[in-house]
């Protein structure tokens, strides 16, 4: 099995889960923007810290890094599962094309 994750904010630079790869690079037709209200980890009901997320533009190119987890279902659903607790968006599973440098 092989799963991959896009990051494009602090996954960039701390991924938090086991990986086995990581290739910089970018997306096409989104661009990251500092718009989504945040209460999980870095604000309050009261003062939502912002944080990245990203929009659809067409035409848009957003750079960050792909990280490949290889092994098992159970490798990959831990990466997920981090992923689902740490960051406000990744309840949301898109498929895009990934272009390396």
């Known amino acids: 099995m092989v799963f991959w994750v896009f990051g494009y904010g602090s996954l960039v ?3 938090g889960f086991e990986y086995d790869e990581k290739v910089i690079g970018f ?3 989104y661009r ?3 718009d989504l209200a945040c209460i999980d980890h870095r604000g ?11 929009e659809h533009i067409e035409g848009a190119v957003c750079w960050g890094a792909a990280y490949c987890v290889r092994g098992s279902p159970e490798k990959e ?4 599962q981090y992923l689902e607790r740490r960051e406000c968006e990744y ?8 272009f390396k440098v």
């Open 44 to 54: 309050t009901p009261e003062d939502p810290a912002r944080t990245c997320t990203l």
């Open 91 to 98: 309840d949301q599973k898109t498929l895009v094309d990934f």
């Open 77 to 80: 659903r831990a990466a997920m």
């Open 13 to 15: 630079w701390n991924p």
């Open 27 to 29: 997306i096409k037709d």
């Open 32 to 34: 990251r923007v500092f």
